[in-house]
């Protein structure tokens, strides 16, 4: 009989007895009913808020010790018990077909229990933007794992005849190479032994590859293990057939027993060895070095050290963390190509490594608490990386790498957040560091040139005429050690009939100069760096030399790269608010924090009537009433080819105690922005896809009121996602959803020259309002206020960037408080402020109209509500920075997984329906396959015998 034919049969026949029997489809609809609770009711999914299916494979390797036990307890302790396996035992059939064949049909089964759970990631697809990645590799890893399981209980069931035996024996051997890997056995170890207990347990590798993972490594465990149990099992089968006197032919088994399962052992000891046998499978390669990185890692000039201090005993939750980490760490060393160095320490066994850890890095060991049914104790451990390079270190701790997110249960879940961005922001930092106390050409890759545009002596003024020739000596000593990529140019605008004069008034709005109103002497002084992608204007401030060298070398810094940015922060000043108190939710601290950690900055007093000269890029946040010398300010600074962010709305959310209302701002730019082609409606935008939020709202029972504080779907709250984001501009496109609080609808007029490309926006679904009550109430039903019935529904646009060549809003100078009191008399040499009328094209403006975009209340809120770490306005910001600057060794970093995705707000009725239809949906796929599995055969018990006969 050919062998195919053998193994279809025994599968066939193995189904059949399995579908006959209504134990069966009693343990594949338990199967399905307990995956379906424990995701929705145990993990709670909705209130976990994550846009994933990770809690269904966090319980999968236990459930499936119990699904594959059931499926094997009967499949040779039954053959046994009724006296079939005789038979097949003297059947001139190799007995390996029978295994394999008994083997197929229980994953078969064990695939039928799986698909029907795809239900579950479907559902989240059709509610959020799934990433498809870790589900494929979670069921891939499912699949192994029951399959290996299945082999260990074919094993156990052939060497009794109780079903019961063999399914007690199964959970047991299953359960004790799933604990192995586990927690609770490796809290009791530490260091090597506790890596030992991890590569051989079933469950640490199973969450190897439900990360999005597959490890070469971890598929060949599985089916090691698979195959090691089927030979066991084909040589317990064999023994049966062995006479007391062929004594050699037990030998020879024996030893080809044991040859296999010592040749599957030193197969994993060899793949152990291999690093880096793995594919990636999440969206946006999670998990992976990224692009930026190996860029940066490239850069390097001298050799880079990382060096992890890892404690051998440390928290049972930071202890799984640690092989992720040294992953990570050692992918830095393979791009690096030998310019990286990677290292691992333990502190605790190397006394020497200990003081130099104290001593020169501040390494301290942190103190943990760490509890059992027992006792409670303190654990003194180390998690912590060392970047060195050169003479620059930085140090990254536990807090660093980490997230902690609160489970409903209360017990909290610690992961890493996005170690790989940690990492390279601290390479970055380190490697900026240390160009910066070398040569600044170094980092400059094409050729820039200082273009002045000055008139001749005749026409300056004396005091200008010797700052001409200071700066053409400062700019001149700068020329041999510009490697060739520096040079300067002096014209003459009023040359050839001013031909030069009418090119630089219409591209860059340069204007003649006096010294005083009124005075008919014009001349040019305008100092400008250029290459072949940028043009910015350096100031001349008062006109002061020893200004001048200062203002070069920061504009020469905006043309190189290696070096830390500075960003100039305007933050609104302590006003009054409506009640004559100040206004509560205007403190940007978190702001602050996560720009000072890629980029200096500087506090920014626009009202002394410029920007620091040093800024790179300025940011306005939630303007009140700016006056004449601040929109001066703004605007030159525009106008000179830098990039301005602005966040600002003509309404802004102000709590008073429990009251929650909306009060009227005057920002001052409205004429501003409108000259620019901006407009900003007095309203607040309402949306059916909202967040939670918590709020004090008032319930009314009856002719009864009461406020409680409470988590609620807010509409004001904009949860922006899927067509709300411009996937194609860098800033957006790594975003998976952004929360945008009390927004204004914007609109654009675009001026010549000037491009425009939306950022953000509502869902076609959202409406606006006027109201200055924004507190939420709920009926007696339960409903909330705000329904918008009757509204109009539409998209607005929240966030855009506009690119081009801009006017400027003024049409002169304003005058300086206090100059109207200078005598009339008074005798001015210098020239006056000079007005800069038009940008360069390379000059961008990027708008959110939200004044609460980014603020700390509003950040501390959603964090509340989701329960785990969001910075999502502070991550578009970043972004943002990053590319204003050209800088994006960081922002596609940052993008790639700096929070989870989330789920939509939705009502919970809708809950509700999406839970039992998938109760419903699960039943139906039962029914279905008892249909086909009618319509494909009779049901009747074969036996063994019947089917080879």
């Known amino acids: 009989m050919q062998p195919d034919r053998v193994l279809s049969r025994v599968a066939r026949k193995e189904l059949q007895l399995f579908f006959a029997s209504p134990v069966a489809w009693l343990f594949l609809a338990s199967f399905m009913a307990i995956c379906l609770f424990v995701f929705f009711w145990v993990e709670a999914f909705f209130a976990r808020n994550i846009a994933d299916v990770r809690p269904l494979f966090e319980w999968m390797p236990l459930l499936l010790i119990f699904l594959s036990a059931a499926l094997t307890m009967r499949s040779w302790s039954e053959e046994r018990r009724s006296g079939t396996l005789e038979h097949v035992l003297t059947l001139p059939v190799p007995l390996w077909q029978f295994v394999i064949g008994k083997f197929i049909a229980c994953a078969m089964v064990l695939a039928i229990a799986l698909t029907a759970t795809l239900l579950l990631p479907i559902t989240v697809s059709s509610i959020a933007t799934l990433d498809w990645g870790p589900v494929f590799a979670g069921y891939l890893a499912a699949f192994l794992l029951g399959c290996s399981y299945l082999a260990v209980g074919l094993f156990v069931s052939s060497r009794t005849d109780n079903a019961i035996v063999s399914l007690m024996g199964s959970v047991a051997v299953c359960g004790l190479l799933y604990l192995l890997g586990s927690d609770l056995l490796l809290g009791f170890f530490g260091g090597n032994a506790a890596e030992i207990l991890r590569l051989l347990g079933s469950g640490s590798r199973f969450e190897s590859i439900t990360r999005g993972v597959i490890d070469l490594r971890d598929l060949y465990y599985y089916l090691a293990v698979t195959a090691a149990f089927l030979a066991l099992n084909i040589y317990a089968l064999e023994r049966g057939r062995w006479s007391q006197q062929a004594r050699a032919r037990h030998r020879a088994w024996r030893l080809g027993i044991s040859l296999v399962i010592c040749n599957l052992i030193l197969g994993g000891l060899w793949l152990q060895k291999l690093p880096y046998l793995r594919t990636d499978v999440t969206q946006g390669k999670l998990y992976s070095l990224s692009e930026p990185s190996e860029t940066l890692l490239s850069q390097l000039e001298e050799p880079l050290l990382i060096r992890g201090y890892f404690s051998e005993r440390s928290h049972p939750l930071l202890a ?56 409670s104790s303190l654990v003194n451990a180390y998690f912590n990386v060392l970047v060195q390079y050169g003479d620059e270190d930085e140090v990254l701790g536990f807090s660093d790498f980490i997230e902690v997110k609160t489970a409903i249960e209360g017990q909290p879940e610690v992961l890493l957040r996005n170690p790989e961005f940690d990492v390279t922001r601290a390479i970055r930092d380190v490697l900026y560091r240390y160009r910066s106390g070398g040569e600044l050409f170094d980092q400059i890759s094409k050729p820039v040139t200082l273009r002045a545009y000055v008139s001749s002596d005749s026409r300056l003024p004396d005091l200008l005429v010797d700052y001409r020739d200071s700066i053409r000596a400062t700019a001149e000593a700068l ?160 106008m000179s080819g830098g990039t301005v962010i602005v966040v600002s709305s003509p309404r802004s959310i102000e709590t008073m105690g429990t009251e929650l209302r909306l009060r009227n701002v005057d920002s001052g730019l409205t004429g501003w922005l409108s000259h620019q082609g901006i407009s900003i409606e007095e309203t607040v935008i309402l949306d059916e896809r909202q967040s939670t939020f918590p709020l004090p709202v008032v319930r009314k029972v009856g002719a009864y009121e009461f406020r409680d504080m409470q988590f609620v779907d807010y509409p004001y709250l904009l949860d922006i996602r899927d067509d709300g984001l411009n996937a194609e501009h860098p800033i957006t496109q790594g975003l998976p959803n952004l929360t945008v609080g009390w927004a204004s609808p914007l609109s654009i007029e675009l001026r010549p020259g000037i491009t425009s490309q939306t950022l953000l926006s509502s869902s076609d679904k959202a409406w606006v309002s006027d109201a200055s009550n924004v507190m939420p109430s709920l009926d007696d039903a339960g409903q909330s206020s705000f329904r918008g019935a009757g509204k109009s529904r539409r998209r607005a646009t929240i966030g855009v960037m506009l690119q081009g060549e801009f006017t400027s809003y003024f049409d002169q100078v304003p005058e300086a408080p206090g100059a109207g009191d200078q005598a009339d008399d008074a005798k001015v040499e210098a020239p006056s402020s000079t007005l800069i009328s038009k940008s360069p094209d390379s000059t961008r403006l990027i708008l959110v109209s939200s004044n609460d975009f980014a603020s700390d209340q509003v950040l501390s809120g959603i964090i509340a509500a989701s329960g785990t770490q969001y910075f999502g306005p502070l991550e578009f910001l970043l972004n943002a920075i990053d590319w204003a600057l050209e800088d994006s060794s960081l922002m596609n970093i940052r993008s790639r997984a700096h929070f989870n995705r989330t789920l939509p707000s939705l009502p919970q009725n809708t809950q509700a329906s999406i839970e039992y239809g998938n109760y419903g949906a699960a039943l139906l796929f039962l029914l279905l396959i008892y249909g086909l599995w009618r319509l494909l055969g009779r049901r009747r018990e074969v036996q063994l015998r019947e089917v080879l006969l």
């Open 320 to 375: 799984p963390l640690v092989p992720q980490l040294r992953d990570l760490l050692r992918e830095y060393a393979v791009a690096g190509e030998g310019n990286v160095r990677v290292e691992f320490v333990d502190p605790a066994q190397d006394g020497a490594a200990e003081k130099e850890a104290n001593e020169e890095y501040n390494i301290q060991a942190t103190p943990f608490q760490v509890a059992d049914r027992y006792q």
């Open 479 to 638: 020329i041999p050690r510009s490697q060739n990529k520096f040079a300067i140019e002096f014209i003459e605008p009023e040359a050839n009939g001013g031909a030069e004069s009418d090119r630089i008034l219409d591209e860059w709005g340069f204007q003649p100069m006096v010294t005083a109103l009124g005075d008919e002497n014009q001349f040019y002084f305008y100092l400008t760096l250029e290459d072949d992608h940028q043009v910015i204007q350096l100031p001349t401030g008062g006109f002061d030399p020893s200004d001048f060298e200062d203002a070069l070398e920061a504009g020469l810094r905006r043309f190189a790269s290696g070096f830390t940015r500075t960003v100039a922060l305007a933050l609104p000043a302590s006003s009054q608010g409506q009640y004559g108190r100040a206004p509560q939710g205007h403190s940007f601290g978190t702001l602050q924090q996560v720009i000072s950690q890629d980029h200096s900055i500087v506090m920014e007093d626009l009202a002394d009537g410029s920007v620091d000269s040093s800024a790179d890029l300025l940011i306005v946040i939630a303007p009140e009433a700016l006056d004449t010398p601040s929109l001066f300010a703004m605007d030159q600074y525009f």
